[in-house]
């Protein structure tokens, strides 16, 4: 009941996120893995804090990442125009 | 093309702590440049409007962001808006991309020094119906009324009670908008209970009995303040006039093609639904508020390491009390270090600028010590008005451990 969408990008909802979790997946890389949550345009810039808040953050003190839910560059969307002309140069 | 510019510095964000940074910077001799995705400079700032509990004079936060950005500008600061950055490389390179259509700008700068001021981001309230035209986040409302003077709607629920809630919900009211209400958010968001939100409430109570008594008579209403002696949790309050109903949660946002109601349920102190209360209310647009995250995307991608604290609002970057990174040349400043208010990142942008200037070599005309005034900012902390965090110094004293941990490692 009362299903909602977690991931807007890849449209994950909470119950999709809820059957990974029951699934096994520990965090919230393993819930993207399952479920392309965060795999999006926005790449889980609004629903990392969502799928965290699901599936629990046990990390603690000095961590060596800012999220389980890893981050990649480009960090944001890029025009192939921003990339071809970074070649040229 | 010609070889890239190299500068002395690249701030990452024209926010408060950005621009101070920028402005000290250049103002000391540094070729700096500043970038932000947005379409003006002043990041946060700009949208902000509330009565200074202080002094009961009125913050406006895009005057103030105006005259920070010519401060900086008259120092010899350049600025380009509507840019994003998407990576950083070590040497520093800052690679940038232009959502709206290039206008001629570089696909990338060169720099010595990198500061990211890149602030934070609104923690989402996923709900059945947030996807809905007309949800949206608290600072969605805040940048349709205070910027783009458009009301969110006609009638408007808000949900979450924090200091950002509240000040919107009344920037709303003054905007013309009939502020219905303000409820708790769903009982599955953690922290949500009435208990709970009173208890964060609650410090503001710890104030200096001058401010206490300006903020019990302006700011939020004696009612509430006796509620806060009484560790009662009231059913409802008002605070100008809008009922903050502090027994009652979201159930879900409700409506086809758009908003056209939310589903509440009263709940008891410790956020347990109480059967039967279920009922409706006709709204046109829900402001979801769920408190605010550091924006760390661009440090995650090199490497350096991270201290999570709920003091500070999320993830944060290991760095000094003088702001400096794990990594030379690298610098973190504002809301990204941190959830604190915008007087608090202006004072952060001066520290980090005093760290810049002395690590470059750069001349400072005013001879600033950073030691000296990483000691005053804590100072200032102390003295806010009110903290988005009561424990944000604790935060802080975390991620100072972090780094002198890290030190003795290297």
Redesign the interface.
């Known amino acids: 009941m009362?299903?909602?969408?977690?991931c807007?990008c890849e449209d994950v909802t909470?119950s999709d996120v809820r059957a990974a979790i029951d699934a096994g997946a520990c965090n919230a890389q393993e819930v993207k893995m399952r479920t392309r949550a965060g795999m999006g345009p926005c790449?889980g810039?609004?629903?990392r804090?969502?799928v965290e808040?699901m599936v629990g953050?046990t990390?603690?003190?000095?961590?060596?990442?800012?999220?389980s839910m890893t981050?990649?560059?480009?960090?944001?969307?890029?025009?192939l125009?921003?990339?071809v002309?970074?070649r040229?140069? | 093309?010609s070889?890239?510019e190299a500068f002395d510095l690249v701030v990452i964000g024209g926010g408060p702590a950005g621009l101070t940074a920028a402005r000290d910077v250049a103002a000391a001799g540094g070729r700096v440049m500043v970038v932000d995705e947005n379409h003006a400079m002043g990041g946060k700032l700009r949208g902000q409007l509330h009565e200074d509990p202080a002094d009961s004079s009125w913050w406006k936060g895009w005057e103030l962001a105006e005259q920070a950005e010519k401060d900086a500008v008259d120092a010899g600061a350049r600025m380009m808006t509507d840019v994003?950055a998407?990576?950083l490389e070590p040497g520093w390179t800052v690679?940038?991309?232009?959502?709206a259509g290039?206008t001629g700008g570089p696909?990338?700068l060169t720099t010595r020094a990198v500061l990211v001021a890149t602030g934070a981001?609104e923690?989402?309230m996923?709900?059945?119906?947030?996807?809905l035209p007309g949800a949206m986040t608290i600072g969605a409302a805040q940048v349709l009324t205070n910027i783009h003077r458009v009301k969110p709607g006609h009638r408007v629920l808000v949900v979450g009670m924090d200091v950002l809630s509240l000040t919107i919900a009344r920037a709303m009211q003054l905007a013309g908008v009939d502020v219905v209400g303000i409820v708790l958010p769903p009982t599955t968001?953690?922290g949500s209970s009435p208990r709970a939100t009173l208890g964060r409430l609650a410090p503001m109570a710890k104030l200096a009995p001058a401010k206490y008594m300006r903020l019990g008579g302006h700011f939020l209403g004696w009612s509430w303040v006796q509620a806060l002696a009484s560790r009662l949790v009231p059913r409802t309050l008002r605070m100008w006039g809008i009922p903050l109903h502090l027994r009652t949660s979201l159930?879900?946002i409700q409506g086809t093609d758009q908003v056209t109601g939310a589903a509440l349920v009263n709940v008891t102190a410790d956020g347990t639904p109480i059967p039967g209360s279920e009922r409706k209310v006709a709204v046109d647009a829900v402001c979801l508020a769920n408190g605010l995250?550091p924006?760390?995307?661009?440090?995650?991608?090199l490497d350096c390491?991270?201290?999570?604290s709920p003091d500070l609002g999320?993830?944060v970057p290991?760095h000094s009390d003088t702001l400096r990174t794990q990594l030379d040349g690298m610098y973190v400043a504002g809301n990204s270090i941190g959830i604190e208010s915008a007087k608090i990142a202006e004072k952060q942008g001066a520290l980090v600028a005093l760290s810049i200037i002395d690590d470059l070599g750069l001349s400072s005309r005013h001879g600033g010590d950073a030691a000296g005034a990483a000691l005053e900012l804590m100072g200032a902390r102390r003295t806010m008005e009110f903290q988005f965090d009561a424990n944000v110094q604790r935060g802080h004293d975390d991620v100072q451990r972090?780094w002198e941990?890290?030190g003795d490692r290297a």
């Open positions: 009362n299903d909602h969408m977690i807007r909470a790449q810039r609004v629903c804090p969502a808040a953050v990390s603690e003190g000095v961590l060596q990442s800012t999220s981050v990649h560059l480009p960090v944001r969307p890029v025009s125009q921003d990339l002309i970074t040229e140069q | 093309m070889a890239p994003v998407w990576g690679r940038l991309t232009y959502p290039r696909s990338q981001v923690r989402p996923p709900v059945a119906g947030w996807t968001v953690k159930v879900a995250i924006l760390n995307e661009l440090l995650a991608t390491s991270f201290v999570r999320g993830t290991v972090a941990k890290s």
